[in-house]
């Protein structure tokens, strides 16, 4: 599901620009093969993923640089969905230890999802710096229900 939902996202974007043309006649935006494949953490597990490339040669005007193709469902560099992202600090809350992550994510998952104690722990600080600064941050100026 996940390919396809890609194909379909760069299939879109090549409609929307396939009257664009250069000098010659020729589409400035076209395929470009696949991304080398890449394992990505999901509610299902592990899975490989090849996402399609596509080859902008048009120019922002504005900025003057090469317009880029980037897909809002697998980011560049994403190894882990959102969704899995979201549940490890409510399993940290919780009190689940950082040594017991990896059991309890092979359980859920069927795959230790790459994380090992130490990531967790420098996922928990990050957490705890993200605390620390919302903490400080003044909501006087906000109306909460």
Not at 33 to 51: K, L, T
Not at 124 to 144: A, I, P, V
């Amino acid at each position: 599901m996940l390919a396809q939902a890609l194909e379909a996202e760069v299939d879109s974007y090549l409609r929307a620009a396939q009257s664009e043309r250069d000098e010659q006649g020729r589409a400035l935006v076209v395929r470009n093969g696949y991304a080398r494949s890449r394992e990505v953490v999901c509610g299902a597990g592990n899975i490989e993923v090849r996402a399609p490339r596509v080859n902008d040669k048009r120019v922002d005007e504005t900025s003057g640089e090469r317009k880029r193709f980037k897909s809002t469902i697998l980011p560049p560099y994403m190894r882990r969905s959102a969704k899995v992202s979201e549940v490890l600090p409510l399993l940290y809350l919780h009190g689940l230890s950082s040594g017991d992550f990896a059991p309890a994510l092979e359980e859920f998952l069927g795959t230790e999802a790459g994380l090992s104690p130490a990531s967790i722990v420098r996922l928990t600080e990050q957490w705890r710096k993200e605390r620390e600064e919302f903490m400080k941050g003044d909501l006087s100026e906000r109306d909460y229900v």
